[in-house]
């Protein structure tokens, strides 16, 4: 198996075009993945997480000082990591992340915890700004393309 580097323009077709992927975060002890949709306007990955009270993600969200996003298909096998600063919306910029959450978000069910009802739970906008992006296709060697 090669890896290829993906172009710019690849990784914003893919990011436009994938609705959810795994957002992994860290404390200075543990780490957390969980996934998560998304929004991306061709310049900052938005989220709109859905908890509780007692929530381990908000609390890994808020430790958390360098975030890493995994968005990733299997045909073609293609990924892409966004890695940077996660930092919740200030009000003036919720309209444009809700627009890039609208257009390409897979939204799951709103009460994402079975054991608590949609009343207590409650939703805060972030925007992730990629300091690092990348993106890798994943293929046959060269001389095996194509053989059957």
């Given amino acids: 198996m090669t890896a290829t580097e993906l172009s710019r323009n690849e990784i914003d077709e893919i990011l436009r075009n ?3 992927g795994v957002l992994s975060l860290a404390d ?4 957390y993945a969980v996934p998560e949709s998304f ?8 989220f709109q997480p859905v908890y509780d009270d007692d929530s381990d993600k908000m ?3 808020e430790a958390t000082d ?3 996003f995994t968005v990733f298909t299997e045909r073609p096998a293609e990924s892409v990591i966004a890695r940077g600063r996660l930092a919740p919306i200030p009000d003036d910029g919720s309209i444009l992340a809700q627009r890039a959450i609208a257009a390409n978000a897979t939204i799951p069910a709103l009460n994402v915890s079975p054991d608590t009802s949609i009343e207590a ?7 992730l700004t990629p300091a690092e992006l990348s993106g890798r296709r994943f293929g046959p060697p060269d001389g095996l393309r194509g053989r059957s």
């Fill in 18 to 20: 994938a609705g959810a």
């Fill in 121 to 127: 739970l409650d939703c805060t906008l972030y925007r």
């Fill in 59 to 61: 609390a890994f969200i």
């Fill in 39 to 46: 929004g991306y306007d061709g310049e900052h990955l938005y």
């Fill in 66 to 68: 360098l975030a890493t």
């Fill in 28 to 31: 200075d002890r543990d780490t």
